[in-house]
T-cell receptor, first 114, second 116 residues
Framework: GENVEQHPSTLSVQEGDSAVIKCTYS??????FPWYKQELGKRPQLIID?????GEKKDQRIAVTLNKTAKHFSLHITETQPEDSAVYFC?????????????FGTGTQLKVEL | GAVVSQHPSWVICKSGTSVKIECRSL??????MFWYRQFPKQSLMLMAT?????????EQGVEKDKFLINHASLTLSTLTVTSAHPEDSSFYIC????????????FGPGTRLTVT
């Protein structure tokens, strides 16, 4: 089955700096890679996703890059703000629609300090 | 659109009792729902995949007789934790996949279960 590794487990940045979270996956059949943000005690919320036919996707301050050959993908947050503080999870799925089961990474606790 | 609700949001029960958690898709039909379990400061672990009208598919290591899943309609799936023990205390989250072409999975708000 799929195995997703995520690094770092914790990340502390100063407000305004950039944050990068990296994930690797094992199953070459995976072709959908969403990123979720989860605040304490709340549901995961999809913040951005990328499909295997795309190498990079950007949405305002958030971008995701995918390297299918190396089986890794990364989340980039620029101009970080205190409200970006949360746990971020990467995931992988065999369905480009995301409708198949997701395998999650172990999570990154991001703390944006003033 | 694409709202998923869970009920209850939190529950405390005694060891040996059973607890039912409901997951509903409020504004779309869900052919497939997923049940996850999350321990404090850990990732989401998929427990089972629930398909409307058929038996659930359980992940390796998840006891199907302990975690009963029923997906009776396109908008409702239930998870029943039977003979609960303190180690079953966790955050249970469901997600739903849309039938109408909305992409991705939509998560419920989660249910905090505490077994005393």
């Amino acid at each position: 089955g799929e195995n997703v590794e995520q690094h770092p487990s914790t990340l502390s940045v100063q407000e305004g700096d950039s944050a990068v979270i990296k994930c690797t996956y094992s199953d070459s059949a995976s072709n959908y890679f969403p990123w979720y943000k989860q605040e304490l005690g709340k549901r995961p919320q999809l913040i951005i996703d990328i499909r295997s036919n795309v190498g990079e996707k950007k949405d305002q301050r958030i971008a995701v890059t995918l390297n299918k050959t190396a089986k890794h993908f990364s989340l980039h947050i620029t101009e970080t703000q205190p409200e970006d503080s949360a746990v971020y999870f990467c995931a992988a799925s065999e369905s480009t629609g995301g409708g198949n089961k997701l395998t999650f990474g172990t999570g990154t606790q991001l703390k944006v300090e003033l | 659109g694409a709202v998923v609700s869970q009920h209850p949001s939190w529950v405390i029960c005694k060891s040996g009792t059973s607890v039912k958690i409901e997951c509903r898709s409020l504004d779309f039909q869900a052919t497939t729902m997923f049940w996850y379990r999350q321990f404090p400061k850990q990732s989401l672990m998929l427990m089972a995949t629930s398909n409307e009208g058929s038996k659930a598919t359980y992940e390796q290591g998840v006891e199907k007789d302990k975690f009963l899943i029923n997906h009776a309609s396109l908008t409702l799936s239930t998870l029943t934790v039977t003979s609960a023990h303190p180690e079953d205390s966790s955050f249970y989250i469901c997600s739903a996949r849309s039938l109408q072409g909305l992409k991705g999975q939509y998560f419920g708000p989660g249910t905090r279960l505490t077994v005393t």
